[in-house]
């Protein structure tokens, strides 16, 4: 079979859902968001019919949900699977930061410095701050140079998407993060494996009590 390198070669609802799906994984539609049927077809210069199908294919998936007077929502995960998926990330973020510390180059982590010094500037703007986020994490681990780990988190960046939102960045958090971060960072800096994961699952932990707070008021 032939393979499609060109996104405008596929089935126009394919080509929907694709951009669906990488709009949530990207963080354009946040978990709990609105997925306009009209909008999306406006902006892609479509009729609604295969924007429908395409998000029937993400209920499907079990990435949106389907409410009444709401439409397609971005679906939110429930209290277990929050807490098995922190769990999981916990260890794997310690992991990446420990292989971080043991190899990343100097100027990868001229790069992660960069990133924090954005998300510092983005505290009016909870939606930036959040990209930010996870832009500094992935720096990480591509950082450290091991694509099982990469492979495992491609495994699980879909459910990852799902822990975003600009509501889990709740008016105090902006100033820790960028502490944890940095904390994490130094330790990479100082390439001390020890210190650099202990920070990494430092700081997921803390991600894990405050989504759980602000989602089921913990």
């Not at 306009?36 to 949900?65: C, D, F, H, W």
């Not at 950082?143 to 879909?158: E, G, P, T, V």
């Not at 990852?160 to 940095?182: F, M, N, Q, V």
Request: charged share 35%.
């Amino acid at each position: 079979m032939e393979k499609v390198t060109d996104i405008s070669d596929l089935p126009l609802v394919e080509r929907v859902y694709r951009q669906l799906l990488t709009g949530i994984r990207d963080g354009q539609f946040h978990p709990g968001e609105r997925i306009k049927e009209a909008t999306v077809a406006k902006n892609m210069g479509i009729s609604r019919t295969p924007v429908r199908e395409a998000i029937r294919r993400l209920q499907s998936e079990g990435r949106v949900t389907i409410e009444p007077q709401r439409g397609a929502i971005v679906a939110e995960l429930d209290r277990l699977e929050i807490s098995e998926l922190y769990l999981l990330r916990q260890y794997l973020e310690g992991i990446a930061a420990r292989f971080a510390a043991q190899h990343a180059s100097d100027m990868e982590i001229e790069q992660m410095e960069e990133i924090l010094k954005r998300s510092h500037g983005d505290e009016a703007d909870k939606r930036t701050l959040n990209q930010t986020n996870w832009d500094l994490h992935h720096a990480i681990f591509y950082a450290a140079k091991n694509r099982f780990l990469l492979k495992s988190l491609d495994a699980i960046s879909d459910d990852l998407a799902l822990l975003r939102g600009k509501r889990y960045i709740p008016e105090d958090r902006p100033k820790s993060l960028y502490t944890e971060h940095k904390a994490i960072i130094d330790a990479i800096r100082a390439r001390d494996p020890d210190r650099a994961e202990q920070a990494a699952k430092d700081h997921i932990l803390s991600s894990y009590r405050i989504h759980l707070k602000v989602a089921f008021d913990a």
